[in-house]
Every structure is written in C-alpha cells, then in structure tokens.
C-alpha cells in the first residue's frame, strides 16, 4: 500500500456504505425510481424540508454551494448542504446546519434505509441519508448539489425547489451524459421546475440554446448572468447588478477569475430569501471556503517539502478542459503577481480528457510530474499520462507516489509553485497527507 493510501481513513461510515450502497455499473442505469422508492420507503423527507436551492453544471458547482452557505450563515441563518464527492471522508457530503454529519448521525440514517430493503447504489444512499437527516432538524436553506448530471440524479426529486442554478456546462462524463454539450446542457436543464427561477451561469451558445427551451417549456422564470443579471469586478471590488438591486462587494474569498461568476450566481440566488443585506451578504462571499480549490497548503510534509525549497504549494481538484482553463486563468494571476517557475503535479482518471486538460494548462506550466491516485482504480498510470503530457510539449516525468512526485517537481525548477491538479481523488490524498482535516 502506497503511503497516499494509507493516508486515507478506512472509517465507519464508509464501511456501512459499502454494506448497502451498491457500485455503479451496467445494472444501475442512471434513473429516479431507485431513489423515489427508497425515499417513499422512509415517510418522503424531502417534503419536509426548508426552501431548497438546487444546484447543477459542470464546473463550480461546489463553489457555489460553499458561496451560498457562507452568505447564508453570514446573515445569522441555518443552512443544511450536500455536495459531493467527498475528499478524504463520506462525512463531508452532507453538513447538518453548519457542522459536518458525525459518524452516529450518519450510520443511524443508513441504518434506516437499509431496513428498507431499498436497493440503492452508493449515491443513492449517501443521498436519501442526507435528506432523511435534514428533515429532522429546521433550516432556513437546504442546498444541494447534484452528483451527476441532474435530469436523472438522484437529487432531482423535487416538484419545485426555491431556485435550480446551473453553474458553466462543458464536456465531462460524455459516455454518462452525451457526447455533445447540447446532450449534456439537456441533462444539466433537467433540475429546472415550473415556477422556480433558474439562475443561470454564463454559457456556451450551444448549452444556452438548450436552457432556455427547456425553461421556456415548462415555465421556469430564466435569470441568466449577463442578460436578467451580472457581475463583474471594479476597483477591486465585486459588483452583483439585478434589475432592481446593485450591490458594491468585497471580492471573493476564493481565488481565480472564475470564482467571480461562482460568487455571483451564489448572490443572486440568495437575494431570494428575504431581508438579505449587502453587508450580510459581502460578509459570506469574503469567508468562504471550499477546499481543493486553488488551496494554499501550508502545513504537512508535502508543503514543508516545497517551502524548505523556497517555492510554494497548492492543490486544486479540477479535472478537465473548462477547469484546465479556469486554472490556467488563476496560475496567470498569480504569476503576474509573484513570478516563479510553476509545475503541475498531476494525476487523472482514463475517462477524463487528458490531453485536453494538459492543452489548457500548458501557456502556465514550466514541467510536469505525473503521479498515481492510490485511492481510485479508475486512476491512469503515470508513464502513461506523463506520456500524453509529453505530447501536448509538455515536459513530463512520472513519480511511484505523491511524495515522490513533489521531490521530482523540486528537481524540475528552482523555487517552483508546485500545483497538486488533474483528480479530486489525488487532492484528497494530498491533504490527507498534509494532516488537514475537513470540518
């Protein structure tokens, strides 16, 4: 067992899942029936929680949960979250007003499904846990991410939600959900309901042509970045326009280009609950957190490693092309502020695209270091993925392990920014070896 690996917590709740959630494969096709029987089952808890604020897309999806929950909490107001997928414990999916699901809460709310008989898959249960534990505690917000694409997730088992936000759609999980972004916008859309506004992200012509059909179909009020809406930086300060509302912000809490967008979607959808102030709501969006996400790692022998070198560390989870440019966008902005040689750290799954990934980073990155993800058996090999690097005029080397890859960016430049990317399984690992605990 590699080091990453045993970093990693074989925990309670975890073994319960696997007890009764079932892996994903050609048997479990992607529907509702599973989850609307498991629900009906447990007294239909989704009928009995706070206004829910559904969120689907491709990208920045958790960031706008951690955005809307931080403006939430900021005003004095309870939120219940759940998002996925989970970095180094279950137990981060699902956040019961304010604090993370203990281990009793959790295996309790299993217990529960699996008396059932339910058969479910492994989402499936982590989703109907969650929805089962929020209906037992007030809220003022219930926020919710879906897993995978949203027509047919399993969080998509509400007639109307307070608002559906679709963050920016692009390609990823094509043999999922389609190998067009017009396939892929249709599945994104299918959170939109009858009366609930759709807050929409700003977006490729071709997945917007989707989003609004679909909303004009079926009555959702469309409030889309840039048309009903937008946002924008000025002064170094964040401005969220509405028709009737301007708001002067501090910036975002988390760093990047993009995470303006992230933060504005969040800020108009909380301007839905009621008697919002613009000191309430700047407060959220300034003390955000959302881990993985262009993280400064500070402690553990990793960034200890870098800082002996003089350079630095970072960890970012994304994992194809639109977060390759989002990232790209972001390493741009730190290099115009504090130059250095910068090297990609980087493992990914055989599903996602590789080479495209690299092509999108490759203006940024002096080198690369291809490692092994210990925690998924999805996880390309290194020699393979350093190769397809190589290809895209990168210049690549693998590592056996993460600790092993950090030594080798070390050698690649002097005093780099080292950037841990390419697979939330392997940003996991890396703060699980840091000794950062999510809470």
């Given at each position: ?10 925990d309670?709740?975890?073994a319960?899942?696997a ?7 050609h048997t ?16 239909r808890?989704?009928?009995?929680l706070?206004?829910?604020f ?8 958790g ?21 996925s997928?989970h ?16 281990d ?5 709310a ?6 059932t008989g ?5 989402f499936?249960a ?7 534990l ?27 939600p307070a608002?559906a ?19 892929i ?11 609930a ?10 997945a ?5 059909a ?7 009020p ?8 937008d ?40 301007l839905?609950?009621d ?42 989870g ?6 390759g ?7 741009a ?16 799954l055989?599903?996602k ?64 920014r ?9 940003a996991g ?9 999510l809470?």
């Open positions: 067992m590699s080091p990453a690996a045993s970093a990693l917590p074989h309670p709740v975890s319960r899942l007890e009764i959630g079932h892996e994903f494969d479990f096709s992607l529907e509702l029936s599973r989850i609307e029987a498991a629900l009906e089952a447990l007294g808890p989704q009928d009995r706070a206004p829910v559904h969120v689907a897309g491709t990208n920045g999806k960031s706008v949960c951690a955005f809307l929950r931080a403006i939430t909490e900021g005003a004095g107001r309870r939120a219940h979250v759940f998002t997928p970095l180094i414990r279950p137990n981060e999916r699902i956040r019961i007003a304010g604090k993370l699901v203990s009793a809460q959790f295996i309790a299993l217990d529960k499904l699996a008396a339910a058969l479910v898959t492994y499936e982590i989703t109907a846990a969650a929805l089962l929020f209906a037992e505690m007030p809220a003022d917000a219930v926020i919710l991410e879906t897993g995978l694409g949203g027509r047919v997730d399993a969080t998509n088992i509400f007639p109307k608002a936000i679709i963050t920016p759609i692009d390609m990823d999980h094509a043999h999922l959900l389609g190998d067009t972004l017009a396939k916008a249709a599945e994104k859309a299918g959170i939109l309901k009858s009366g506004p759709a807050i929409i992200a700003r977006q490729k012509p071709e917007m042509e989707v989003i609004e679909r909303a004009g179909a079926i009555g959702a469309l409030e889309r970045c840039g048309v009903e809406w946002c924008w930086v000025k002064d170094g300060r964040m401005l969220v326009q509405t028709e009737d509302r301007l708001l002067d912000l501090p910036l975002p809490s988390l760093i990047g280009p993009h995470q303006i967008d992230n933060a504005g979607l969040a800020v108009r959808a909380a839905l609950m008697s919002l102030t613009d000191d309430q709501i700047g407060k959220g969006i300034a003390s955000a957190q959302w881990p993985a996400r262009m993280q400064l790692v500070t402690q553990g022998p990793l960034a200890a490693q870098v800082r002996a070198a003089g350079g630095d560390l970072w960890i970012d994304g994992h194809n092309v639109h977060a440019l989002a990232l790209a966008a972001t390493l902005q730190l290099r115009a502020r504090a130059p250095r040689p910068m090297i990609a750290i980087c493992g990914m055989g599903t695209d590789c080479a495209g990934f690299f092509g999108a980073i490759a203006d940024q990155i002096d080198g690369v270091v291809t490692a092994p993800i210990a925690s998924s058996r999805a996880a390309l090999d290194p020699r393979d993925l350093a190769a397809i690097a190589n290809a895209q005029g990168l210049r690549a080397v693998a590592a056996h392990s993460l600790p092993e890859a950090v030594a080798l960016a070390l050698k690649q430049a002097e005093a780099p080292a950037v841990i990317c390419g697979s939330l399984y392997l690992e890396a703060l699980a070896l840091s000794g950062i605990e809470s």
